[in-house]
């Protein structure tokens, strides 16, 4: 932690004034739980977003919306398409396993953690349609993806079109959606395609300890209310978290916060050049760099995650600074 | 929500001011997950006030806590002895079923929702030791109980003499633990007695979304660590609620918040008299009263829930204001 | 096992000759699982004991059967209402807790084992309908009860009318299904009553190890099937299963055997006159017996399970021999 | 079913006449699930063909055997390890993730479905040691694999030399334990080298319903023990399948039966020649077939699976015919 230039993650990144202020305002007294006047705005908050009817719960993470969200969605005896390397399944220990009460995960394969019509159909008819082969109840699509992809609409709406018929439920892992929403410049609805349920992220974006699961259909919600009790993921002072989410959607904090972060990690793009793993376009970073051109890095000053033998992953969060975005631009380029 | 002077519950009340800086103090870079300086500080800082080594797992909400530590001690094939009204069995919608993978409550009895060595023999000598019948795995106390009675450091002790030889593992449910001290005036190593874990509830104690689950028996957390992050309780920016936790323990702010606690419910005590069904030990006053007595207290502008046709249930929090408790209690006593 | 004779249980008892004979004529080849001709003749064997359209599976044993037919009523945050001394909640080990994920027994009360509308109401009132209880979602009841009482047709109308309204779903434990019916005199409809799903028990009655589990709602049988595969029940030589039902429907050989086992223990109440603990309806007698008359009842050979400190349990089976029956009869009027 | 010679598969082949004479002895009265007689035998008959002390238990099918021995070896945070083809992959519905809980299963690669030591420590090394990835609990091996194929003695001691130091628990699961047996002319102990467990498989091979978990590490029985009941498999019967499992062993039926398998397989596999996916050493056959040619040979009374567009699975069983496989082996070879 010596490193002046932070670019791990954008996971523990400061809280951004504005939650901070909101959060103060939730300390006057409420009723508990979800019943205060804080978390009865969030359906109305997130309809007017997304231009439908939906219905809001709180979850203080994206593990806990991801496996709430899928849990209302996947019986025991089915399973969730997702990506090989979606978080759910690489980076949760096995929560959609707890969540879903054994549930596989069905891996697929896509360029740029991205899912594709292709290779969806091809997980999908790589399963028997009988008793022995756990089935495949929903699809977990993740906006922006692992490696900083978006899908763009019409992506969503070829996979949408691609299981149809199949009677599956979507799922978006949107622990950086905001950061897609702002990279591809459409209304959230768009981003978000056809799901039936976002996982909609604000810790990353700038919030301390609330991410928002919206369901589009509503009653889907009912069923996770239950499942949010029994997780002990309902909070006796919801009133916070229902804050911090409002604070985010206020004056689109959300997208300002996404777009600062996805500016940094253009700026740190452009110096990378040829060295890119993947193009940029929300707040990820991924470039071919030798060990010794990493260890040179540090020595300037900048703090990064290795990515395998010969790679590394620069994140910018709300709050990097641009000239230290600049600055790692400019290192990489003269690397 | 009209009522000027709110006895509902302890668990919506307001942040401590003194949690409030600590978080704010907190909000600076440092590593995620429960890598950081303040999550590592807690080892020592429950270690100091126990007086023993022990390890600390902080969580959001007391269920989680509850939960992820008896997920240690039982198998999925166990069972929990527990008190009929204890809060894992009425008030957490299933959570140990959920946590412990459908491992049973065993339920006993006792006055004031306690359990004494005789109930606990009783409901474990009627289970058959033959493999029909769920085993008891480990015995759960709550100190203070959901009555506001709190066990004297020899009643731990005769229970846990009572379960010697039967390999069960103790755990006590804390959410109240800080009243429970303040009313026994004992080392908090002895109101917790031999437990092999204890949820130590802060949240209804002046926090805003912290327990600390302390593990007596340090090997045990090693297993919920998997089981917290399994569970979506590992949240990325795990420093504030570190930071909360170590508010509480700072200058003993935990003891004097429940102190204030206890006091307005012995207040409201005073003038209950006769009315009263339990003592008053910890923060909850549980009294008779009519339903017309009950719409004349509430006209007086006292919030409080019902608890049954004939009674109500009043609880003081570390805010409660003294004037609000004397008035509550003059009121009672000229019912 | 040294008695000659043996009233310890059904459970135990000789497979039937007809039971034999229809699992050898099942010997000649045929498709694996369920897929063979013996398992397709379920539905209709059934349909026409039941004069309605169903759908069976079979399972080995009785807790496979309950299990089975209770996952695909009741979600994992949901509960089960059942007597309080029912099979599910004090035989198996917790297997509903496992089969359902961990949703909750609720548990009732009620003369001999039997559920009441009273009792039933007074179960479902005590739970608030708020997210910290889990709900019930189904109603077990068992026909003929664990004390071998039989539930009239009239009496399943009226618990079914208690909970009308409520969305429960129906289960009866039928596992001495077979006793009830020879004692009620009713069609096989009657004695099931409303239910959902019934687990058709076999076993103690003649067959070797197989139950039907009878959905008479087949939407719910289509979940049992991916449910039993999952719990390794799927037996790949599941003809063997499908011809020991059969040949219990066959000729009503189950209703013969449990008129046989029913007059075995009529037998046995008619000697034990005032001793009797419960009237005796099924194949099951209880009683009062004190420690010496139980020695002295062994040291006529009997064999049988004492029942608590001042009670002997007697259950008769499909081939226990009507002398022994009366010598047992005999030897308690004689005591 | 319309084949006069079938190949389909070894698991609904018919039971053995020692097995039904075995079965029709056990018929006598015995007392109820594994306190009889015959189950009790388990252990010492299992031990003398191990040289070792052992603990048995028996179980209906392969599926429960796994997961019942691997439920004793992984918590449900952690994840069992196996070769992307194996059966608790990809043909058991998803009872690992029930019978475990949730944890995860590993995948690893190899030729002819069996893992290498460097495809178990890729697999192993590709696991971050931290809380975010389940870690592994215990290997499954399969013993012949899904292709027939069988690990030699020294193989298994070098997987497991490859992950010593690892505290890794060993599962074999051993559907055709026998064809390998049989085919490596080894004594069992060294077809099985060091594993924890091994489920020792009867059905495939002339059983009715009863496999045999064999727990080298007995205290793993004393757990299993407890998952079996509160899987429903714990029937009342159990002599019946304790005396299936003892048949098999009497007089090394077990190895008579897999080796005469066997011996229908390589005469198979000789008429194949070249067409052959894979050596043939237990009692399956995968050959190149082209959809023409399996019209062919169904036209000419052989029954058999697809394996994929090109190719096919002919398996033998105790009791296929010599002159059956030799009519396929002679069709094949004028193909």
Redesign the interface.
């Known amino acids: 932690?010596a490193f002046r230039m932070?670019f791990?993650?954008d996971?523990?990144?400061?809280?951004h004034p504005h939650v901070?202020e909101a959060m103060?305002r939730a300390?006057?007294?409420?009723?508990?739980?979800d019943t205060?006047r804080l978390s009865a705005q969030l359906d109305d908050a997130f309809g007017a977003l997304f231009n439908r009817e939906v219905a809001v719960l709180w979850?203080?993470?994206?593990?806990?919306?991801?496996?709430?969200a899928l849990a209302t969605m996947v019986?025991?005896?089915g399973?969730v398409l997702c990506h090989r390397e979606a978080h759910i399944e690489?980076?949760?220990?096995?929560?959609?396993?707890?969540?879903?009460?054994?549930?596989?995960l069905v891996l697929a394969e896509g360029e740029g953690a991205k899912l594709t019509p292709a290779t969806v159909r091809a997980a999908l008819d790589a399963i028997r349609d009988d008793?022995?082969?756990?089935?495949v109840h929903a699809l977990s699509l993740t906006q922006a993806t692992e490696y900083g992809r978006c899908y763009r609409p019409h992506e969503l709406s070829a996979i949408d079109a691609a299981v149809s018929g199949r009677g599956l439920r979507l799922h978006m892992d949107g622990a950086r959606f905001a950061n897609a929403v702002a990279f591809l410049n459409v209304p959230p609805a768009e981003a978000a395609g056809p799901v039936d349920a976002l996982s909609f992220g604000c810790?990353?974006n700038g919030a301390?300890?609330a991410e928002a699961i919206v369901f589009f259909d509503p009653g889907l919600a009912e069923?996770a209310?239950?499942?949010?009790?029994?997780?002990?993921?309902?909070?006796?002072?919801g009133?916070?978290?229902a804050a911090q989410v409002l604070a985010m959607l206020d004056g689109d904090l959300w997208l300002h916060n996404a777009a600062a972060a996805n500016a940094a990690a253009a700026e740190i793009g452009r110096g990378a050049g040829e060295r890119l793993l993947h193009p940029v376009e929300a707040n990820e970073v991924f470039l071919h760099c030798t060990a010794e051109e990493r260890e040179a890095l540090r020595a300037q000053g900048f703090g990064f995650y290795d990515w395998g033998p010969d790679a590394a992953r620069f994140v910018a969060a709300w709050d990097t600074r641009q000239e230290h975005a600049q600055a790692l631009g400019d290192a990489l380029a003269g690397l």
């Open positions: 932690m932070q791990l993650s996971n523990a990144a400061a809280v901070w103060h300390d006057a007294a409420d009723t508990p739980y205060d979850a203080a993470t994206g593990t806990a919306a991801n496996c709430l019986a025991p005896h399973a690489t980076d949760e220990c096995g929560a959609p396993g707890f969540y879903l009460h054994g549930a596989k008793v022995h082969q756990a089935q810790v990353k301390m300890g069923i209310r239950w499942r949010r009790k029994r997780a002990g993921h309902l909070q006796s002072k009133r916070f978290l």
